[in-house]
Structure formats: structure tokens, C-alpha cells
Nanobody, 125 residues
Framework: QVQLVESGGALVQPGGSLKLSCAAS????????IGWFRQAPGKEREWVSC????????YYADSVKGRFTISRDNAKNAVYLQMNTLKPEDTAVYYC??????????????????WGQGTQVTVSS
């Protein structure tokens, strides 16, 4: 059974850090581009970051560039999103998704084949 499971979401104060994990079962993540997306209440889903399958190139939305870092650990079949200097506007449900594209990674959700169930990140004092 193909499955993605996110974890690591929590309530954190502004300026704090969190590391989200995206673990895969039923398939091997290193053959896929992985994207992180988020959706805040009343807002559309937003692309946050992605990592390509062919050369692990990484890409970030302007709103998180310099604060978030995406990485993968093929031995653990997992992808991570390290989030630093968190702001209240980062509050959202965060989703990881996998796409079988051979090169690069898409900055929007439609091409992604598999999605996790999401993990809640709340940034508040």
C-alpha cells in the first residue's frame, strides 16, 4: 500500500523551529520528486518547497526562502522540512506529496501522484 505520512507538527512560538518529516511506505522516495505544501484556514493550498529526484536540487517559495530547508534521507525513505524563524503566517496544515517526474519538481500540486494526510503547524505566542 502506497502511503505518505507527515509528522512533527506542533504549537510553537514565533521565532521558533520545527522539523517536519514525511515518511513513505509501499514505494521508494528517492525515485520521486517531493513537494511540501501548506493550507491555512480559508486560504488556497500553497506550494512551499520541493526537492528533485534526479539531483536533489531544492526550491523554495519566496515566503520561506532562507528560513526553511528541505532534505531527504534515502536510507530512511523520508524527506524533511526544517523550519526556522517561524512566523504566525506560517500557521497551516502542511502536506508532503510525491511526483514521479524524472527531472526537477513542480511548484504546484496537480502533477503530484501521492499525498499525505497533513500535519498541523501553529505559530502563536
Amino acid at each position: 500500500q502506497v502511503q505518505l505520512v507527515e509528522s512533527g507538527g506542533a504549537l510553537v512560538q514565533p521565532g521558533g523551529s520545527l522539523k517536519l518529516s514525511c515518511a513513505a511506505s509501499g514505494f521508494t522516495l528517492d525515485y520521486y520528486a517531493i513537494g511540501w505544501f501548506r493550507q491555512a484556514p480559508g486560504k488556497e493550498r500553497e506550494w512551499v518547497s520541493c526537492i528533485s529526484s534526479n539531483d536533489d536540487s531544492t526550491y523554495y517559495a519566496d515566503s520561506v526562502k532562507g528560513r526553511f530547508t528541505i532534505s531527504r534521507d534515502n536510507a530512511k525513505n523520508a524527506v524533511y522540512l526544517q523550519m526556522n524563524t517561524l512566523k504566525p503566517e506560517d500557521t497551516a496544515v502542511y502536506y508532503c506529496a510525491a511526483d514521479s517526474v524524472l527531472y526537477g519538481c513542480y511548484h504546484y500540486g496537480e502533477p503530484y501522484n501521492y499525498w499525505g494526510q497533513g500535519t498541523q503547524v501553529t505559530v502563536s505566542s
